[in-house]
């Protein structure tokens, strides 16, 4: 048997959610959709809230492979147990709630931007988050540069604790726009 490897004109969705997907997304380029460029505006501030739940952190440290016991508070068979740490009780892995931070720059009330890649990333870690926790992820829009005839947006952004008002987490991101 004898397998050719596939060209680009190849690709086709394979399902029928995919198919739905790719036709609304041709279809939002042929109705000119906004790029991300287009909406937003320097000094954009967006805030989500995220509970900190052991079942979130114990999903998130199993989909990458971290299994610091410093993170998981739960053991087999006995849902959740207190976790341990140099900080106390177990802490959330350190990158997790970046991983939250897409869907706040993204308006969830607007459509989603069209072209949009996220090119520089730089996170500074202040203080470990205890699982259990509630933070807020605050992003703002800090900046809008062209690059070699690129668009870019700079975001912001802090992650906090609702109730004390520690800061957890510093981060600045770019986002290249069509």
Same mark, same amino acid.
């Given at each position: 048997?004898?397998r050719?490897t596939p060209? *680009?004109?190849?690709?086709?969705?394979?399902?029928?959610?995919?198919e739905?997907?790719t036709?609304r997304f041709?279809a939002?380029?042929q109705?000119?959709a906004q *790029?991300?460029?287009?909406?937003?505006?320097?000094?954009?501030?967006?805030?989500r809230?995220?509970?900190?739940?052991?079942e979130?952190?114990?999903l998130?440290a199993d989909?990458v492979?971290?299994f610091n016991p410093?993170y998981?508070?739960?053991?087999?068979?006995?849902?959740q147990?207190?976790?341990?740490?140099?900080?106390g009780g177990?802490?959330v892995?350190?990158?997790?709630?970046s991983?939250?931070?897409?869907s706040?720059?993204f308006?969830h009330?607007r459509?989603f931007a069209i072209?949009s890649?996220?090119?520089?990333h730089?996170s500074?870690?202040?203080?470990?988050i205890p699982?259990g926790r *509630?933070?807020?992820i605050?992003?703002?829009?800090?900046?809008?540069f062209?690059?070699?005839g690129?668009r870019?947006v700079?975001?912001?952004?802090?992650?906090t604790?609702?109730?004390?008002? *520690?800061?957890?987490?510093?981060?600045t991101r770019d986002?290249l726009s069509l």
């Open positions: 048997m004898t050719s060209g *680009t004109g190849d690709l086709r969705p394979v399902s029928p959610i995919q739905t997907q036709r041709i939002g380029l109705q000119g *790029t991300y460029w287009d909406m937003v505006e320097i000094g954009d501030e967006l805030f809230d995220l509970h900190l739940s052991p979130l952190v114990v998130y989909g492979e971290d410093w998981e508070a739960w053991k087999m068979n006995t849902w147990i207190p976790g341990e740490s140099p900080f177990a802490i892995p350190p990158l997790l709630v991983h939250f931070v897409l706040v720059q308006d009330t459509p072209g890649i996220h090119t520089y730089d500074e870690i202040l203080a470990p699982v *509630t933070v807020r605050t992003t703002r829009a800090a900046d809008k062209e690059k070699r690129r870019y700079r975001h912001e952004v802090i992650v604790d609702i109730v004390t008002d *520690t800061l957890y987490l510093r981060e986002i």
